[in-house]
């Protein structure tokens, strides 16, 4: 069985067994970010929102006027997204796409160069970040949060068990080495608060394309 097949079944099994049903709020830094209105774009460009799980940030783009690309692996958490996107009235704003976007090839729907924000949260695909900034328009930003690893191993955070789905301390800026030029607008490591009130050890990246 490819490996994509076996991780769309796996997270599909989530889904339908109803992972993150009460998490239909927008990441908290996203609206943080966004709410900076001199860090991202105007409404009413488009938007890329890359392993969209159940669509909480898409939704949330779109009712801020965001046209959207939601992408995911698990076309059930992408109906869970378009049942959501139903309730809020924003279904006509948003294209949902089932990928692997395991090599930038899955991108080929894309649109290239035209998208003003484009968003990678808690989605471990370094490879990948050269390629976003190349669909960035002009001055279009990229935000990207990761779960990271951190030292002290005592502490009961949030988020997967293994390493392997958590950065090492440094690894996100290094991850857009090659990349077409661009500015960084906000670089942070370190622990936060969720909204459920437990722990998660963070990277956060906002850069923004050339031009």
């Given at each position: 069985?490819?490996?994509?097949e ?14 993150y ?7 908290a830094?996203?609206?943080e970010q966004l ?9 009413g ?5 890359l ?19 939601a ?7 992408l ?9 809020c ?11 692997d ?6 991108l ?17 695909a ?7 900034i190349?669909?960035l ?7 990207v949060e ?9 502490l ?16 996100l800026r ?8 661009h ?14 009130g ?14």
């Amino acid at each position: 069985m490819p490996v994509s097949e076996a991780d769309r079944q796996k997270w599909n099994q989530r889904y339908t067994a109803g992972a993150y049903a009460d998490r239909t709020h927008a990441s908290a830094f996203l609206v943080e970010q966004l709410d900076r209105q001199s860090l991202l774009p105007a409404a009413g460009c488009w938007a890329l929102d890359l392993a969209c799980g159940a669509g909480r940030n898409s939704v949330f783009l779109a009712e801020q006027g965001f046209r959207v690309d939601a992408v995911d692996i698990s076309d059930v958490g992408l109906a869970r997204g378009l049942t959501l996107a139903q309730q809020c009235g924003v279904e006509g704003n948003i294209t949902w796409h089932c990928r692997d976007l395991q090599s930038p090839q899955d991108l080929d729907f894309a649109h290239h160069g035209s998208y003003g924000l484009i968003l990678m949260v808690r989605f471990v695909a370094g490879h990948l970040l050269p390629h976003l900034i190349d669909a960035l328009t002009p001055g279009g930003v990229l935000l990207v949060e990761e779960h990271l690893q951190w030292p002290d191993g005592e502490l009961d955070l949030s988020g997967p068990s293994s390493g392997r789905f958590r950065l090492r301390p440094g690894e996100l800026r290094r991850g857009f080495t090659g990349a077409d030029a661009h500015e960084v607008l906000f670089d942070e490591e370190g622990l936060y608060t969720e909204p459920d009130g437990s722990t998660a050890a963070l990277c956060r990246m906002v850069v923004r394309a050339a031009g």
